[in-house]
């Protein structure tokens, strides 16, 4: 099972941009879907976007298009998230997550179909 940990977040002023990094060991990520939820205290965790790593194909949450980016990093093993035009409900705490891929990367996305988790990083978007 891959493990995941998260970085790049946060603060940041409303209208700013930040970068989260997803980096999985254990496990070649060639056949996975990785996905960024977030979650805040009380709230339902939400998919913000999704990837197949190798279909190249991606989902995003309504709350999030045109603004967020999913994509393979540089470095081996790596997901970005790209967040630009931040707005204060985009704060959250972010987690990362990994799954084989077995469904459609929406369906992935939207129903939560993810077994492996990091720990999560905070983001706060605030004046």
């Known amino acids: 099972q891959v493990q995941l940990v998260e970085s790049g977040g946060g603060l940041v002023q409303p209208g700013g941009s930040l970068r989260l990094s997803c980096a999985a060991s254990g496990d070649t990520l060639d056949y996975y879907a990785i996905g960024w939820f977030r979650q805040a205290p009380g709230k339902e965790r939400e998919g913000v976007s999704c990837i197949s790593i190798s279909e190249g194909s991606t989902y995003y949450a309504d709350s999030v298009k045109g603004r967020f980016t999913i994509s393979r990093g540089n470095a081996k093993n790596t997901v970005i998230l790209q967040m630009n035009s931040l707005k204060p409900e985009d704060t959250d705490i972010y987690y990362c997550?990994?799954?084989?891929?077995?469904?459609?990367?929406?369906?992935?996305?939207?129903?939560?179909?993810?077994?492996?988790w990091g720990p999560g990083t905070q983001v706060t978007v605030s004046s």
């Open positions: 997550a990994g799954e084989g891929l077995y469904l459609p990367i929406k369906d992935m996305c939207a129903r939560d179909r993810f077994g492996s």
